[in-house]
């Protein structure tokens, strides 16, 4: 358990390295950096489930595509939902919005609280709708003070829900159905690299990036092998808390590249907080719940099978 608590921790700090990694690259643009991310880690991933024993996982993929016409739709619309969350995750640090994505990233879990809701028919606990009130505070004053939502907070904290709800209809909610997803961005990736007039024009104008690009994929195939084998090494309800750690350092990152929190900002970040440690408490106990009645749990315990970053 040691070993996955080190694991999640060093992912979330990779991630959150990613984030800031972004903004090391100009003269490259958002879409170009995360073009570049997609072409060096997908083989990546490729690999680790060759070295894992997963790739099974995508041959059964493949042989569901053959079985079930809804798969040649459902596929490319699971890709572009992701390939959207991949993309804005590159793209906000460096156009200042780096505040907004993580707090969708704060909102994400509250979100999946009612999705289960009225989705599934599952019944959040007390501390959780409390965490929905809360959260729903901060988007009020949001939209009271600020006349909305920003975009790219809405982006987070509702189409990573629906990409959730998505693949899990579809079936491909594990790694095999990420790989495939990374698979399918592949042509878009290499579009925003290469439909430029002069590709390498940037690292012709700045050598070091043949380095930094080498640098963006190695860290994020890491990152993501880092998530993955804590996955498999924690209990779920553990795995869970510790996913929080990452948009807190989202937020670390984004103010040291000098974006603010301004005054009306914080009654809507400090209520935000107060849901996300609202369902931390929630976690704590279930894991203790989970320590003492270990049998009653252990048939739900189960490793998620993609990342949010």
């Given amino acids: 358990m040691a070993r996955g608590v080190a694991l999640s921790v060093f992912s979330s700090v990779l991630f959150a390295l990613l984030y800031y990694y972004a903004s090391l690259m100009t003269p490259m643009n958002g879409e170009v950096v995360f073009g570049w991310r997609m072409l060096l880690t997908m083989p990546c991933l490729g690999l680790f489930l060759l070295y894992s024993g997963d790739w099974r996982l995508v041959t059964a993929l493949f042989t569901q595509v053959k079985t079930r016409p809804v798969m040649w739709i459902g596929l490319p619309f699971s890709s572009a939902l992701m390939a959207v969350q991949l993309w804005i995750f590159m793209w906000a ?47 009020g004053n949001e939209l009271w003070h600020a006349g909305g939502v920003s975009w790219e907070t809405m982006v987070v904290a509702i189409g990573y829900p629906l990409y959730f709800v998505w693949r899990r209809w579809l079936g491909n909610d594990n790694l095999g159905g990420l790989w495939c997803d990374m698979l399918l961005m592949l042509p878009v990736a290499a579009w925003f690299v290469f439909a430029t007039d002069s590709p390498m024009a940037a690292f ?106």
């Avoid at 919005?97 to 009225?118: E, I, K, N, T």
């Fill in 204 to 309: 012709d104008e700045r050598p070091l990036l043949y380095l930094l690009v080498l640098g963006l994929g190695m860290i994020s195939a890491l990152a993501l092998a880092c998530y993955i084998l804590a996955s498999r090494r924690l209990p779920f309800s553990l795995f869970g808390l510790l996913g929080y750690v990452e948009p807190v350092l989202l937020v670390v990152v984004s103010l040291v590249l000098g974006e603010t929190i301004v005054g009306k900002e914080w009654i809507t970040f400090i209520a935000i907080w107060a849901a996300v440690a609202l369902l931390i408490l929630e976690g704590v106990r279930k894991m203790l719940a989970f320590r003492r009645y270990p049998f009653r749990q252990s048939a739900h315990h189960q490793a998620p099978g993609s990342h949010g970053s």
């Fill in 93 to 139: 640090p460096i156009n200042g919005r780096g505040l907004a994505v993580s707090l969708g990233y704060f909102m994400m879990p509250l979100v999946l609280v009612l999705v289960g809701r009225f989705l599934y028919q599952e019944r959040p606990t007390r501390l959780q709708w409390l965490a929905v009130v809360c959260a729903a505070l901060g988007v």
